[in-house]
């Protein structure tokens, strides 16, 4: 008859068992879940555009063959084209202007009005091809080009002769606004990679550690001295190794390095452990804020890591200076370029700097080089 100690153990190593087998989607949600996470709402805009234009060039492309097959006579497609036309165009406009901010972030222009500007040169082309269409004659077209034109400056003079600060205060708020969503997307993704890595790693050793423990342990009942000591030396040498992953994972998180030597020593250690050539200068003087020392680290390591694994680069330089208020940091390597602005990594780098109140720029034509270039506020 087995011993109370020896039935302990085994409920512990089957228990133990039916943890390591537990598919990581039955477990509590918002706890260790591998669920992918939900893409950014940016690319959900992006989709819904490529649709509208797919959606309206098959509708474009069917009626064109029903005018073909119906004895093509007068172009009559085109009253259907154009509206359509129409309103892709404004979808497309808007959707630019969320893209590139830059367009529209300046001084005496804001988000609105650049909206109306791109709608009024979509209206003009869109009476234009009426006018066309229908035969010429007139060209009445510049009427409601000129009304709507009356529009766009009397918004624009409000805009220029607003207070300053009440302009600056709307069109920050836009940019927080933004900034907000992403850095929040960009968290999530970050503690679901946290999760799913302690999940893979230092939780499957816990619970190999605890099998190993429990059948050391029934070896012990049964007199075995020599292999509860071989089970042991296991279990030691699965809690050293997930001491060391736990490390690691906390060294992605915020390197220790970084709080107390600061960026430069935190990027030269990068560079140590980098397989390529990478140069780093750096002139700092004062120390900036510990979210701004932190955010140009985590781009420089994505930078290093992105030029390694996709574009095959041999050597990269990394060199930060101090401007006024301004850290200027710039990412330069060899590689093939080819680098997309919107993938997962960059756009969560892009994403963490705008959080900041900062602005990031890639340049990675085909052939190289790549370029990243990050502008922190550090007054």
Known sequence: MASPRWRDARKRATLSRQRMATPIDSAPEGFLSEKPPSGPRSTSQERGLAVHAWATALNAAALILIWAASGAGDFWPIWAILPTAFALAIHAW?????????????PHVNFAL???AGVWLSLLLFNIGIWAAAGGGSFWPVWPAIAFGLGIVIHASVIFFTDPTTQQMSE???VLTSTRAGAVDAQEEKLRRIERDLHDGAQARLVALGMSLGMAEQKL?????????????????????????LRDL????????????????AVRSLADLSPMQVSVAMDLGARPAAAVESAAYFVSAEGLANAAKHACAEHVQIRATRRGTILHLEIIDDGIGGADADGRGLRGLRSRVEAL?????????AGGPTSLTVELPCG
């Open 94 to 106: 808007v959707r630019l202007l969320h893209r590139r901010p830059e367009i529209w972030q300046r």
């Open 114 to 116: 650049a909206v109306e």
């Open 172 to 174: 920050r708020i836009d």
């Open 221 to 245: 009942d049964d007199a075995e001295p020599g292999k509860a000591r071989e089970l042991l030396s296991e279990a030691r040498a699965g809690a050293e190794q997930a001491l060391r992953e």
């Open 250 to 265: 906390a060294r992605g998180i915020h390197p220790p390095v970084l709080a107390d030597r600061g960026l430069e020593a």
């Open 357 to 365: 109140d900062g602005s990031f720029r890639v340049l990675s034509p």
